[in-house]
């Protein structure tokens, strides 16, 4: 899938296509786990990591990759980052069982780079679709990555923070990532305002 094969679709496009064809969420993770769209991530993945999507979630969050936890246990968020997380939405009294947690890019990059575009381009078509399937009444993307996927570059987290914006995935509150919150330390900004907004996020939810 990758480059321009003899299907005359590039790695984003053909990935589009499959995901646009995927009618439920366990037809669409049952074809993520298959792609090879991104040769350089193929190669050093050991899974797949789709995502949670709990049944009737009203809420999804977006972080950027699946860290080295992730890529072994082939769930989102659940190394030191996601044990924060974790953390911060019981003090926000949101329940992560009820709660979707997705990435950008579904496959680890080596040694926890950034993502690359193309990567991110490729793997755009997996979570666009499984944003449309899961229909969430809020989105909240988790630092730089996730917010510029959604409401374009150029946006500074400090800035877009503390209101919703009205992107055409649906409804979208930004924040910092956990990552930055655990770089900053338990006093640092990142960590209160992740607090702030997952509280405002709570808050939101209960007044609907
Ligand atoms: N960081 C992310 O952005 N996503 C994960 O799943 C884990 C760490």
Redesign the pocket.
Known sequence: MNGRPESGLTAAEAVLSRAASCRTWSQLAEAARLCTACPDLVVSRSSV?VGDAPHGCRLVLI?????A??DISG????????RLLDELLDGAGLDRGEIA?L??VKCRPPRNRTPRSAETRNCSGWLNRQLDLLGAELICT??L??TQHLLGRGLRLATARGRVHQAPAGRVVVTY???AALRFGPRGAPREALATDLGMIADLLAAR
């Open positions: 990591v972080g950027e990759a699946p860290g936890e992730e769930r989102p968020f659940v190394g030191r980052s996601g947690v990435n950008v988790l630092g990555s996730a990532h956990p990552s």
